[in-house]
């Protein structure tokens, strides 16, 4: 396991709750960083990505506006930032060390996925 998400809970639609991910064993301090999403029987879905400097980021449209993707360079913790949630956020949620253009194009790295950690949103 070299990433490990933490944070995810029950909230209430229009909570807020920041998601971690931590590095375990090694340094992602040379790649961008991103947050996915799943949900049971459906494609992991791009959320947001920062680059490795944290001078770029970019976010999935149905969450811009609301999340906020950070990096504590000094430990190298990714944070996601979730504000105003809704029901349709409830999935599993995923961190990734890839690729990120400073644009809009971001390529996971296959072999750098955490476990994953849970985010239910009531109505």
């Known amino acids: 396991v070299q990433l490990v998400e933490s944070g995810g809970r029950l909230v209430q639609a229009g909570e807020s709750l920041r998601l971690s991910c931590t590095p375990v064993?090694?340094?992602?301090?040379?790649?961008?960083m991103a947050w996915f999403r799943q949900v049971p029987g459906k494609e992991r879905e791009f959320v947001a990505t920062?680059?490795?400097?944290?001078?770029?980021?970019y976010y999935a449209d149905t969450v811009k506006g609301r999340f906020a993707i950070s990096r504590d360079f000094a430990t190298g913790t990714l944070y996601l930032q979730m504000n105003n949630v809704k029901p349709e956020d409830t999935a599993v949620y995923y961190c990734?060390?890839?690729?990120?253009?400073?644009?809009?194009?971001?390529?996971?790295?296959?072999?750098?996925w955490g476990q994953g950690t849970q985010v239910t949103v009531s109505p």
């Open positions: 990734n060390a890839g690729y990120f253009n400073g644009n809009d194009y971001y390529r996971p790295t296959e072999d750098y």
């Open positions: 064993g090694r340094s992602f301090a040379s790649y961008s």
């Open positions: 920062l680059d490795y400097k944290g001078d770029s980021s």
